[in-house]
């Protein structure tokens, strides 16, 4: 398995999946705002973890490729809304002006609304079935407010603890539970024993963790309000990092042609944006 060939061809597909869902779109600035943020690049890791991991079971199908698009537009609303001033005032994603400095505030709002509702048109579009409708409930659960709302709401709260176990459970929520969507949910779709499915979810914890551990070691020069980095050095950042990747790999592993999962895991120890 190449490794980042795996990562391009998910990346490929996915991006065509997203211009055919947006070809039709209106023009107006809250279709173009949706636009300008779904279609800007990022590194499609969700939908491609929804892939692997439908691999995983020998499943590929139209639903799989719902649950992947809808997935990353759950993902790019909730960044949308996280750059707003009321939440974390961010005025750049990847490079560019974010949503909010691009088209307003207004409609950075309205196109966060839109790329949720359109996860859920596009969830609701495909061919249902018992596991797939368990699939759905799963995925927004995970983003709603046992999941990255809920982890939001405690983000912005001006009296929250700065400690560990807050920024464990911020992490969990506001990182990891998309991680648990991809995988936990594609497994449920593809019929996977709930032994399976809590070694996926052991998975995506400690891989979600260790995602925003190395973000923080990234960023870690830069003035954090709460982060890794800041409440336990670099040097304890790094042996954070290894012990979520161990735990990830050993977790994943139990699965056969579980390699991708595996590099990936290695690929984000080593990542540098």
Known sequence: ????????????????????????????????????????GGKRLRPCLVFET???????????????????????????????????????????PSCHKKFGEANAVLAGDA??????ETLLDGEYSQSYFRAIKYIFDCS????????QAVDICPDKQKDFETLDFL???KTAKLIFACTVATAIYCGATTEQQENLAVFAENFGKAFQVADDLL???????????????????????????????????????????????????????
């Open 1 to 40: 398995m190449d490794f980042n060939q795996t990562l391009r061809q998910n990346n490929l597909r996915v991006e065509k999946l997203l211009e055919n869902t947006t070809n039709g779109f209106a023009k107006n600035d809250v279709n173009d705002a949706v636009k300008y943020s779904l279609l800007d």
């Open 54 to 96: 439908a691999k995983l079971f020998g499943v590929d199908d139209k639903n799989i490729e719902k649950i992947a698009v809808a997935i990353e537009m759950i993902h790019t609303y909730s960044l949308v809304h996280d750059d707003l001033p009321c939440m974390d005032d961010d005025d750049f994603r990847r490079g560019k």
């Open 115 to 120: 790329l949720l509702n359109l996860a859920c």
């Open 144 to 151: 709603g407010i046992c999941g990255i709302i809920g982890g």
């Open 171 to 173: 992490t969990e929520n």
């Open 219 to 273: 960023d870690a020069d830069i003035d954090q309000n709460l982060s890794y980095t800041n409440l336990l050095g670099v040097d304890g950042a790094k042996k954070q990092l290894n012990e979520y990747t161990q735990t990830a790999i050993d977790s994943i592993k139990r699965f056969k042609n579980a390699d991708f999962f595996v590099e990936l895991c290695k690929f984000n120890l080593t990542r540098n944006h």
